[in-house]
């Protein structure tokens, strides 16, 4: 693959001097073009060799566009806070708004690439690592990223060579540490670990582009066009024929079940029963909190369910049993701008737990296969998609000691229509009743369906579905109470 890199490309001052700045005027008037367009963002991903001038690009296309609209993110060893993370969390948190251009020097590649050449993990691991990759930037291309793949390769002699003669310089001794000269006595390692994972990553939406890092003038001309072809080619595209929000009627359940009708809502609690039941439950949650193994794990719950179906209420009862400093409630409503001009699930994936605390999201990522899937503000194609990235998102999760517990919170809707007259009657409650809520009851039906199918397609082994009876609010309280300090003794392996 690296082959086509090691042809000995050079260009002449005189041609890099004729040449250099109409392409930077060209790259300036590309990147204000994505600015007013605000159609997609731009991610760019720099990796190669030791020595092969990565730095140096990534310097020069901060100097010929405008630095205001470029977000460089250089990523070394992760932080503390990093750690106690999904790996995938700091990249997330890296990716650029749409009409803005992000640079990644060091990425995703990086670690699983270094991994393998130091022998830290066997191929098939890689090849796992690897296809979570693949999965990851379908996203992206899906979500509109333009993703620019660009690696810099040197020859085994021609990087002995660069790495020489830049310790010999004392102005440029600086770029050169032991862990380049460690790095190129695994040369061939890195080699073979990196062709394995580039032939297996380049793809027609994100393909990899190797540019020869000998010489540097032929290094910058070469970068700078790739990056102004493809940008000029896709602000050039015709917007795509929007597609008409119409939510398709729900398909039948296989096997004709409703797993929500199904729910038994006669189930109660009487007040002293559920008194004794929530202080013990409470206690429980509070002494698994402090837990000296629980430092190893972090709790997402997730709450789903019917309007009025007690949601708030019952997170409240779940907060008393902890110390604040100890978790986040995150309440989720209609996207920002800043949220939509982002990948779907970056804003929930920068709300993940540390280890050794709680997130609490009334309401969550599922919105996509619910309130955007009935109400048509998610084409058909990008609902469907999300089901596999939502398994996957909390695949991610559980890998690094989540514990991930989701509640849907079921109500008749006669009940419902009970707890909407209330409200609006009780002068404290009346922020909680909008024409919204009103106008989802007449969709009772295609919400049931979404729910049923969202349960079926991503109800797991690590994140399985918690069915919660809320006719009565005690009951349900108790059961979500119960079913956390369940979860979390599995966990710890206290059970």
């Known amino acids: 693959m690296f082959e086509s890199a090691e042809l000995g490309h050079s260009i002449s001052k005189r041609t890099y001097a004729r040449e250099e700045p109409k392409l930077r005027a060209a790259l300036l008037d590309a990147q204000y073009d994505l600015f007013q367009d605000g159609r997609f963002p731009v991610v760019v991903l720099i990796g190669g060799v030791d020595g092969a001038g990565k730095g140096e690009t990534v310097n020069l296309f901060n100097e010929w566009m405008d630095p205001r609209h470029i977000r460089t993110e250089a990523f070394g060893p992760p932080s503390d806070e990093e750690r106690e993370r999904p790996p995938m969390w700091r990249y997330w948190r890296a990716l650029p708004p749409k009409g803005k251009i992000g640079i990644l020097f060091g990425h995703w590649y990086t670690d699983p690439v270094i991994a393998r050449a130091y022998g830290d993990i066997r191929q098939p691991e890689l090849v796992q690592r690897v296809e979570r990759i693949v999965n990851f930037e379908r996203m992206l291309a899906d979500e509109g990223v333009l993703l620019l793949k660009f690696w810099f390769h040197l020859s085994k002699q021609a990087q002995k060579k660069r790495l020489t003669s830049l310790e010999k310089d004392s102005s440029t001794r600086w770029r050169i540490s032991d862990t380049d000269w460690e790095h190129f006595r695994r040369y061939d390692k890195f080699r073979k ?229 209330e409200r609006e009657k009780t002068a404290f409650k009346r922020f909680k009743i909008t024409p919204e809520d009103w106008r989802n009851r007449k969709k009772w039906q295609a919400y049931e369906a979404a729910v049923c199918e969202m349960v079926d397609r991503t109800s797991t082994d690590i994140a399985p579905w918690t069915l919660v009876e809320a006719e009565d609010k005690l009951y349900a309280r108790i059961k979500v109470l119960k079913t956390v300090c369940e979860r979390i003794e599995e966990a710890l392996g206290s059970r």
């Open 193 to 421: 670990a990196a062709e394995f994972t580039l032939r297996e990553t380049s793809s027609d939406s994100s393909p990899w582009s190797i540019i020869e890092g000998v010489d540097a003038n032929y290094r910058s001309l070469a970068a700078g066009r790739m990056l102004l072809a493809a940008m000029r080619r896709r602000l050039d595209r015709k917007p795509p024929r929007k597609r008409e929000n119409r939510a398709p009627p729900p398909a039948p359940a296989i096997d004709a079940r409703n797993v929500i009708a199904a729910l038994d809502l006669t189930h109660k609690l009487d007040r002293r029963k559920y008194e004794n039941l929530l202080d013990r439950y409470q206690a429980k949650l509070n002494s698994l909190s402090r837990h000296p193994r629980f430092n190893r794990h972090s709790v997402t719950l997730v709450f789903e369910g019917q309007d009025a179906a007690g949601k708030g209420s019952t997170i409240r009862r779940i907060n008393r049993a902890l110390d604040a400093r100890q978790y986040r409630i995150i309440p989720i409503a209609a996207p920002t701008e800043e949220e939509r001009a982002q990948p779907y699930l970056w804003r929930f994936w920068r709300h993940v737990p540390r280890l050794g605390r709680f997130s609490i999201f009334d309401r969550s990522w599922y919105g996509r296969v619910l309130v955007e899937r009935v109400e048509g503000f998610a084409s058909e194609f990008d609902w469907m998609r999300a089901y596999s990235e939502i398994n996957e998102f909390e695949e991610q999760l559980a890998e690094k000691g989540g514990i991930v517990v989701k509640f849907w919170l079921a109500i008749s809707k006669e009940e419902q229509y009970r707890r909407f007259r």
